[in-house]
Nanobody, 117 residues
Framework: QVQLVESGGGLVQPGGSLSLSCAAS????????MGWYRQAPGKERELVAQ???????DYADSVKGRFTISRDNAKIKVYLQMNNLKPEDTAVYYC???????????WGQGTQVTVSS
């Protein structure tokens, strides 16, 4: 069993910054991919950023150049630094981990990010 604990998020003005973190615990010592999806009201869940075991990364086009995903070398933990936030970044952000390619992902409970003046 794998548990994901998210922290960070909150309310920020447009142009501001926030950081999210996600720590995994349980039966996990390594992963294939770990990162963040988000879901805005009335929209489907979409990939924001993820980092792979080889440290390569994927980003949604809408966040490239503004968001940075990183990982802790010693722990199963990832971070998402979000800069120059826009109102359209408002969503619930979900941490997820994929232990082995092709198997279901584990999901966190989500954390709200609201960008508003």
């Amino acid at each position: 069993q794998v548990q994901l604990v998210e922290s960070g998020g909150g309310l920020v003005q447009p142009g501001g910054s926030l950081s999210l973190s996600c720590a995994a615990s349980g039966s996990i010592s390594r992963f294939y991919a770990m990162g963040w999806y988000r879901q805005a009201p009335g929209k489907e869940r979409e990939l924001v950023a993820q980092i792979y075991s080889d440290r390569t990364t994927d980003y949604a086009d809408s966040v490239k150049g503004r968001f940075t995903i990183s990982r802790d070398n010693a722990k199963i933990k990832v971070y998402l630094q979000m800069n120059n936030l826009k109102p359209e970044d408002t969503a619930v952000y979900y941490c997820n981990v994929l232990l082995i390619r092709g198997l279901p992902r584990y999901w966190g409970q989500g954390t709200q990010v609201t960008v508003s003046s």
